[in-house]
């Protein structure tokens, strides 16, 4: 019969356990099984699920559901439970995870113990999908085909996996805890102010437990090309934790930072910034806030191709590389579904002295910086009434509002792509966020900016994420409690909504058009519904 068995299983594919799978393994090999889903032969690892199709490489990786750091997940009432040695080695016992309503049980937590599971008893449960004591795992676990010396690579991997403290944890010396803020010369004044006002009042109340936070600002000199060599000095002077906020300037020059957060393996969480860097490749330590120009040119895009009649000429107008960049972005999104986009860079093409050459029925999408908004527009609204003139598309972040002195007839022409909220918005949320935030931290809440709040973002969700942590302190369990925990509480208030998703890496997500409500034209309020900001 055990003849039979066996011959049975190898028709089907799936290998036979022997003493062979008690041999040790290889941890890095094991690595790029649980990371990559790539077996050490260089094929895809598969997996099978019962009622679903197969999945492959990448997709049948341990960490899609069992997370990079191996601390499991949970999503509603599924509980993937922890692969880590702590987890793994030590007898099964009941644990509480997450939060649940009375009633409501979190389906795949057990009552029941098990054994500590051997390189023997792993091997089983990956190919039959039964734990040490004789039971069923989950049946959302696929099963693995794997030989022997896959599951001795597997298994010596996660022998080594686990939560990291104490000593071990880079940044944590003698229960105090060392993190960074970066501050480039280029960044401007009141966002630097922000950073390290804001922040700086923060560590000093901040507590983990019995663990104080010491910040460190890290404030970089010179050209863009020489920051790298300072931030390793910085990083071998004092290794810290993680680097919280940031204060710089254009997405472009901040690619050096995120280049050295990603080489050390830093989390570095939502710097102020005009947006993210381009390269996206290869991103995974460095967190953004928002995408800035190009995320509102989506938004602006998705909002001409939702209008119900489309405008007669739609131009797009820019003066500089980065609105040059959100023109582009903004005809590519709406390039399927929207009127032929007509792209005027004003640097080469200049407007013709008098009245720019628009009409009524025109759309101009203006990428521009507010000097370049008065001068075209001052002499063309002189003595015209509001619909004898085109409707005008702005950068809420080039061109905000509140820097702009429009002529009265423009007031009712003007809209604006915005990822942030209103001020009346603002002001709302600040209530029940950023104003007693600020309180607690020793700073003057009724003088509450846009700027604070972000840096209160920053701050808040890296409390929650590490508080949410459960004492595993590893970078890659930080991201994922990011990941996890980035929504749209009070905290994100000065956008009008951050999230993040597993993989995800950019928090503001949506946008609107904005515009003064009539009829005096002097509150700015949402003039379309939220849009999608992504790519």
Same mark, same amino acid.
């Given at each position: ?292 120009? /190009?995320?509102? @040119?989506? $938004? *602006?895009?998705?909002? #001409?191709? !939702? =209008?119900?009649?489309?405008? +007669?000429?739609? %131009? ?46 025109? /759309?101009?999408? @203006?990428? $521009? *910086?507010?000097?370049? #908004?008065? !001068? =075209?527009?001052?002499?063309? +609204?002189?003595? %015209? ?151």
């Amino acid at each position: 019969m055990k003849h039979l068995v066996t011959t049975l299983l190898l028709a089907i594919g799936w290998p036979v356990a022997h003493a062979g799978a008690s041999e040790a393994g290889d941890p890095a090999r094991g690595q790029a099984i649980h990371l990559e889903g790539r077996l050490p032969d260089g094929r895809s690892l598969r997996a099978r699920r019962t009622d679903l199709p197969d999945m492959t490489g990448a997709a049948a990786a341990c960490a899609q559901c069992h997370r990079r750091s191996g601390m499991g997940d949970q999503e509603g009432r599924l509980r993937v439970p922890p692969i880590t040695a702590a987890s793994l080695l030590a007898p099964g016992r009941t644990t509480a995870v997450g939060r649940a309503a009375p009633g409501i049980e979190i389906a795949g937590t057990r009552t029941e113990t098990r054994p500590a599971y051997t390189v023997d008893s792993f091997a089983r449960a990956l190919r039959t999908g039964v734990d040490p004591a004789g039971r069923a795992l989950a049946p959302w676990m696929p099963r693995y085909a794997l030989d022997d010396a896959a599951v001795a690579d597997l298994f010596a991997w996660l022998e080594r996996l686990g939560p990291v403290g104490g000593a071990s944890l880079r940044g944590l010396v003698d229960n105090t805890l060392h993190l960074a803020t970066i501050v480039t010369p280029d960044a401007p004044a009141a966002r630097r102010e922000a950073v390290e006002t804001t922040l700086s009042a923060w560590a000093r109340q901040q507590r983990f437990g019995d663990v104080r936070v010491a910040l460190h600002v890290w404030r970089l000199t010179g050209d863009a090309a020489g920051w790298s060599a300072q931030l390793q000095q910085r990083m071998a002077e004092q290794p810290v934790y993680a680097v919280v906020s940031g204060a710089g300037a254009s997405a472009t020059q901040w690619a050096p930072v995120e280049t050295f957060c990603e080489a050390a393996a830093l989390p570095c969480v939502f710097p102020l910034l005009d947006g993210a860097p381009a390269t996206a490749a290869g991103r995974h330590h460095a967190l953004y806030l928002s995408e800035g120009l /190009l995320a509102e @040119a989506r $938004v *602006a895009a998705r909002a #001409v191709a !939702a =209008l119900a009649t489309p405008p +007669a000429r739609l %131009q797009v107008w820019f003066d500089s590389d980065p609105g040059r960049d959100a023109a582009q972005a903004f005809r590519a999104t709406l390039a399927s579904v929207g009127p032929k986009v007509q792209l005027r860079d004003l640097r080469a093409q200049p407007m013709p002295a008098g009245q720019p050459p628009v009409t009524p029925d025109d /759309l101009v999408v @203006a990428w $521009v *910086a507010p000097p370049q #908004v008065q !001068a =075209l527009f001052a002499a063309t +609204a002189n003595g %015209q009434r509001a619909d004898a003139l085109p409707a005008v598309w702005l950068s809420a972040q080039l061109a905000p509002p509140e820097a702009l002195d429009l002529p009265p007839a423009w007031r009712s022409r003007v809209r604006w792509s915005s990822l942030k909220s209103t001020p009346e918005r603002f002001r709302a949320a600040a209530v029940t966020g950023l104003q007693p935030w600020l309180r607690t931290m020793g700073l003057d809440p009724l003088q509450a900016t846009p700027l604070q709040g972000e840096v209160y973002a920053a701050a808040y969700f890296f409390t929650d994420a590490l508080q949410r942590s459960r004492g595993a302190w590893s970078a890659e369990h930080l991201l994922e409690r990011l990941e996890a925990g980035v929504n749209n509480r009070a905290a994100a208030g000065a956008y009008l909504r951050l999230s993040l998703g597993q993989g995800q890496r950019v928090a503001a997500q949506v946008g609107q058009l904005q515009g003064w409500a009539a009829p005096d034209h002097r509150t700015l309020v949402p003039m379309s519904p939220v849009l999608n900001a992504n790519r």
